[in-house]
């Protein structure tokens, strides 16, 4: 079974220009997560999708960032306009299931990551 | 808000030795999970092992084992007969049980191995 995919792997824009992430889940996978982890930094959580639903965005940056997943498969990162500190590495993540409440256990199947650089 | 502090960045180990990672987390919740990630250079993060906060007993996964100590919110990470392979950088992560699925990570730790 593939894993989660992302494209492009890498990317290097000029600041103030705009680009899109893809991220594709493992199939079956309602829940999807955006994260990003700048250069020395932690990784940071972005926003979560249940199905074609937001669910969590408490962590987009800014208005400049913009998530979509229409149909509920596959997910859009768009950054307009890109600005120098938006660079760093963008992870999505998937998961089964949707909990309740109480969350139980679901673990979370990272994708490799698309290197962002702004210039 | 929950935080998670890796305070090696870099550590290093010789092949077949043994080396533990240090992870300690802060939180006001009384159940929660704790994970290891491990991303190899130029792969993809990959889930090396998790415990849940209400279990006593220390989660175990092969040469992986943790050192849960919940009172102190300390989260250790033992690898035991260190291979070539273990070569990876080594995130800590924390997940409530209520309300958000997000993963709190820190840092990262740096692991090499040294033939």
């Known amino acids: 079974e593939a894993g989660v995919t992302q494209f492009p792997s890498h990317s290097v824009i000029e600041k103030g220009q705009t680009v899109t992430l893809r991220c594709d889940p493992i199939?079956?996978?309602?829940?999807l997560y955006w994260y990003r982890r700048v250069m020395g930094k932690e990784i940071k959580f972005l926003l979560h999708?249940?199905?074609?639903?937001?669910?969590?965005e408490s962590g987009m940056p800014n208005n400049r960032f913009l998530a979509e997943r229409t149909g509920g498969t596959y997910s859009t990162l768009k950054v307009q306009p890109a600005e120098l500190e938006d660079s760093g590495v963008y992870f999505c993540?998937?998961?089964?299931?949707?909990?309740?409440?109480?969350?139980?256990?679901?673990?979370?199947?990272f994708g490799p990551g698309t290197r962002l650089t702004v210039l | 808000a929950q935080t998670v502090t890796q305070s090696q960045p870099e550590m290093s180990v010789q092949e077949a030795e043994t080396v533990t990672l240090s992870c300690t987390y802060d939180?006001?919740?009384?159940?929660?999970?704790l994970f290891w990630y491990k991303q190899p250079p130029s792969r993809q993060m990959i889930l090396v092992i998790r415990?849940?906060?209400?279990?006593?007993q220390n989660a175990t996964e092969n040469r992986f084992s943790v050192n849960f100590q919940k009172a102190a919110k300390s989260f250790s990470l033992k690898i035991s007969d260190s291979q070539l392979g273990d070569a990876a950088m080594y995130f800590c992560?924390?997940?409530?049980?209520?309300?958000?699925?997000?993963?709190?990570f820190g840092k990262g730790t740096k692991l090499s191995v040294i033939p």
């Open positions: 939180t006001s919740e009384s159940d929660y999970y």
């Open positions: 993540a998937s998961s089964q299931g949707t909990g309740g409440a109480y969350i139980s256990y679901n673990e979370q199947f």
């Open positions: 199939s079956g996978h309602d829940n």
């Open positions: 992560a924390y997940r409530g049980v209520l309300g958000s699925y997000q993963l709190t």
């Open positions: 415990q849940e906060a209400y279990k006593q």
């Open positions: 999708f249940v199905k074609e639903s937001k669910q969590d």
